[in-house]
């Protein structure tokens, strides 16, 4: 049997940055929290209160490539960011292709007979960070290139 792994995932952004915890014995993850962030800068106290309530094994960070596979200016933020969390926090950390994990979030929502209004009241960004995070869950092993 597979040994059970919490993860936690992050949809990154310059102003926030959704977060979602997840598992690979059902592959299954839930919205956490949308953290503030100035200019793509985390309140990194916030994000080590989560690693320390969650106690995840592997940090998982959404890669926004451009729809054609190639690297964005904030696929490179995200990169960057990524980095910072394995060199704060020592855990592993993969990214994974999170193209349209934003929209699907909002499709979800719109789904579920919430208004784009409401958006700013919804967590929008840590459900795409679930979503991204059950992508990665489904296949641990492939690594966004």
């Not at 309530?53 to 959404?62: M, S």
């Amino acid at each position: 049997m597979a040994e059970l792994q919490r993860a936690l995932g992050f949809d990154y952004g310059t102003r926030q940055i959704g977060v979602a915890v997840g598992q690979t014995l059902t592959g299954s993850a839930e919205p956490l929290t949308n953290l503030r962030a100035r200019d793509g800068i985390p309140d990194w106290d916030e994000i080590g209160a989560l690693i320390k309530e969650w106690r995840p094994q592997v940090l998982i960070v959404g890669l926004p490539l451009n729809m054609d596979g190639t690297e964005s200016a904030m696929s490179i933020r995200a990169e960057k960011f990524a980095r910072r969390l394995h060199g704060r926090f020592q855990l592993p950390v993969h990214t994974v292709d999170e193209r349209l994990s934003t929209f699907a979030a909002k499709q979800s929502l719109r789904d579920n007979g919430q208004s784009p209004q409401s958006y700013r009241d919804n967590p929008v960004d840590s459900l795409a960070a679930a979503l991204l995070l059950e992508t990665w869950l489904a296949d641990p092993h492939k690594e966004t290139p």
